[in-house]
């Protein structure tokens, strides 16, 4: 059974009328907080896009490249995506459950928040309404500005990067600690890592591009080092 087909079943179990916040205190222990992660993505993407002011097709597009969906589960995964538009509650209800179901493990946060900004550059424009929701959705999350500052720069080109902030250091750190980071964060990055962390198999993607900026985070402070 897909992922897609899961979260039918997760929707439709649930009572009429009730929304996304029945399905979040449903799907909060393994195995199914794979599930949720999935709702969590386009439950807030749903509403991201509802910030900016309309839903675009490269909106749509992004959210297939985030979780491979096939054909045959795209009317599951529109269902998610139009409860979460419809749903009355504001997305600062949805990201505090979500951070709750996520309260031991803060990565899963983290990779959420990655699927957030790939759907917001869908259309090659960072909108201001697009920064002021994610930031909202990072500091409910427990993310500091630092924290934010290194997801917005691996989508938004014109976005200021610091390798040493990609990997959690400073100038100062001793080199040997930078390459610790740098091998730990790739460890992290690690599909079976991930998937032992909740993020389904769909969405494991999420971490080709954030592997890409640690090697590369990692190759320019280990050259300057050397030079």
Request: charged residues 30%.
């Amino acid at each position: 059974m897909s992922i897609w087909s899961r979260i039918a079943d997760a929707i439709s179990a649930l009572r009429h009328g009730e929304g996304l916040a029945a399905v979040f205190d449903k799907l909060r222990n393994p195995p199914e907080k794979s599930v949720g992660f999935a709702i969590a993505v386009i439950a807030l993407g749903a509403k991201m896009a509802k910030a900016d002011g309309l839903v675009t097709r490269d909106e749509v597009t992004a959210f297939r490249e985030v979780f491979a969906i096939n054909q045959a589960d795209e009317a599951n995964a529109a269902k998610v995506f139009n409860l979460a538009r419809q749903d009355v509650a504001g997305f600062e209800d949805s990201a505090r459950r979500i951070a709750r179901m996520f309260q031991d493990d803060a990565q899963p946060l983290r990779d959420l928040m990655e699927g957030l900004f790939h759907i917001a550059m869908a259309d090659g424009e960072y909108h201001d309404a697009e920064d002021q929701f994610l930031r909202s959705v990072a500091e409910i999350f427990g993310f500091d500005e630092r924290c934010f500052r290194v997801i917005r720069a691996r989508f938004v080109d014109d976005a200021e990067r610091d390798p040493y902030d990609v990997l959690g250091v400073t100038p100062q750190t001793p080199i040997a600690d930078i390459r610790k980071a740098w091998r730990n964060a790739v460890r992290d990055n690690h599909p079976d890592r991930m998937l032992a962390r909740g993020v389904p198999q769909e969405a494991i993607k999420l971490a080709e591009r954030r592997l890409i900026d640690v090697n590369r985070a990692w190759e320019e402070i280990n050259d300057k080092a050397a030079a």
